[in-house]
């Protein structure tokens, strides 16, 4: 039988496991490139730029392919309805498959089931029809920052898988291309995407799947009525999984380059998706896109183009005589409609067939170069905050106190200079600049000048004004503080982990990412603006304030000392910190290092614990009392990330 202290113990460590459980799943970065609403408008221009006669041919796959009964499905391949109202109900239209793909769905299988039966999915519509708005609203940065992050937090609401969906391989990513000596052709290139040996890649995975849908599509020309169906609805869903990939190909945050660990690649992926990168196409042509959220009207158009390029192949495939084989599927073929993308680290093998090849490779003739790896030519290279880190921390604090100390009334000023050292988790702006994901502890040492009356009506022994017989004396205490966000209440991650890690891991990856973006009512959410962020932080940060024994106080209440006005009285005391308002200027941050400052408004209560006459054999003393403090408080930070 264990012991109680052996279960206080396991309780504590479990605790950590879950909690760590937690910062972990949260750090399973999203790797979509644009969000929804604009893989879908990539994938309506698209449409729009197709002839009649090919729009036609994909309408009647549409048509085709819904069948009866697929109530969630729009009736065209482009439709209204897929973008509703607020409080309106929704349908899936053909554009939107391409934004499900991936990020929604992790196998071409999977797709149609989702898009059919998946009630969650029409909530996703709603949300990117909501993004899609706020984004056409926003005039600053920080409103368009906002809106991406508020983009990831509604589509994790309806499907708590998203978010860690892409987080298990590069998928989403072009694999970086060859050294500029090698002259690698787009051929070479291609050949090295498909290669199994090589980890699975956005190229690779357009050439497979957009290779698939043609296959698909040439069967069902020539299927019975019967099969026509349902090889339609799979030629459709190939090539929706074919056109996620392509689309996120011209995104610039994919091709600037994806090596390194999760924090070098979201960093890269998120400082390109904000300020565009220029490059050259496979055919030459000099060529920049943004990324994520910040889809500007020529990116939608240069990716439209590429994307009705491959559409166009579709129609043909589905109308004229087809260029591929029209025998069934080889086992290698239908492998790809299995092929798990979230988690696969390689594509299967496959021998393409050549003229269905040589339709996809001139697609992506005219999609970016990326950038090379490690070894080669690449654009500078960002860090997000995210992982471990250690630092140090230096603060002043001035306010204005009450209570506490024989004082009756009136004010005094209290100031402390401090330095410590901080050891935490920063999970800082995991989806967008506006989250704050932080976890750590800090340990200081503050060194607190002697409190002085300003006023004391009423009290004993009056106004304290001279530093030889101050109200509170010169301390040297101790300080610790941990911040952490909260879902609720404070402290309830500690709490909720230990059960959700278990029972619900998808809960908790929800629980954690609303706790980092404001809370559950997301009272705590950053409102970011030009000049920096506010916040609403109480509770989030907690700090416990420990004055030793043997700090002393003369007291003119207590019953004086032989040969003395006063008493000595010999104290601790205990005080509560609770920071109210955040306000942080724009910090710097370079690769490891990051260097920030904040300004704090909050409010303290300190507690005199242990008071005794010392010149009266140690005998307890209780007229000390709580004081009150109303403190700004200004802090540099400096940390170092792992």
Known sequence: MKSEGHREAGATSLGCRALGAAVAVAWATPGTAWIFPEHRDITAAAVAGLDGAQRRALEEMWTEARGAGAEQLCHSVVDPAAEPPEGGRGCIDFAALPALAGDHACSSSELWDVAT????????????????????????????????????????????????????NNAHFLLPRATVEAGETLEAYVDRCLDPVQPINGAGLY???????????????????????????????????ALHFLEDSYAAGHYAGTWGDSAWRKGTHDLYSQRGLTTM????????????????????????????????????????????????????????EGLDVCGAGHLPPAAPDPHERAAALEVLRASPIPAGDPDAISPPRERAEVGPFIGVAAGIRDGLATGGYEATGGLREAESLEAGVRLGYGLEGLLTSTMDGQ?????????????????????????????????????????????????????????????????????????????????????????STGIGTFQFILGREVGLTLSRRGDRFYSSVAPPDPGSRYALVSYASVELDLPLIEYVPPKVFHTTLSLAASVQLGFSVEFPIRAALAQQGDARYGGLGPSYLGYLRVVLDARRCF
């Open 117 to 168: 039966a998946g009630a969650w999915t029409l909530q996703v519509v709603a949300a990117a029809a909501r993004v899609k708005e706020r984004l056409a609203r926003a005039k600053e940065e920080s409103e368009r920052d906002d809106a991406w992050n508020s983009s990831h937090l509604a589509m994790q609401a309806a499907d708590h898988r998203y978010l860690t969906r892409a987080a298990g």
């Open 207 to 241: 050439v497979d799947y957009h290779v698939l849908a043609l296959r698909l599509a040439a069967l069902s020309r020539g299927g019975t009525p019967g099969e026509r169906p349902g090889l339609a609805r799979r030629a459709l869903r190939a090539e929706a999984f």
């Open 281 to 336: 196409t496979w055919g030459g042509a000099l060529f920049g896109s943004h990324g994520d959220a910040h889809m500007s009207e020529h990116d939608l158009r240069v990716a439209a183009e590429g994307v009705r390029r491959s559409l166009a192949d579709l129609a043909r495939a589905v109308s004229a005589p087809p260029l591929a084989a029209v025998g069934p599927l080889s086992a290698q073929e239908s492998a790809m």
């Open 439 to 527: 976890f750590w502890i800090q340990a200081s040492l503050v060194a607190s000048p002697a409190q002085l009356d300003l006023s004391c009506p009423g009290c004993p022994g009056g106004k304290r004004t001279d530093s030889s017989l101050p109200r509170v004396p010169a301390r040297f205490p101790l300080r610790f503080v941990l911040r952490m966000p909260y879902y609720v209440v404070p402290g309830d991650l500690m709490l909720l982990a230990p059960v959700l890690v278990f029972a619900a891991p998808d809960a908790l990856q929800s629980v954690v990412f609303a706790a980092a973006y404001g809370g559950l009512l997301r009272l705590q959410r950053r409102i």
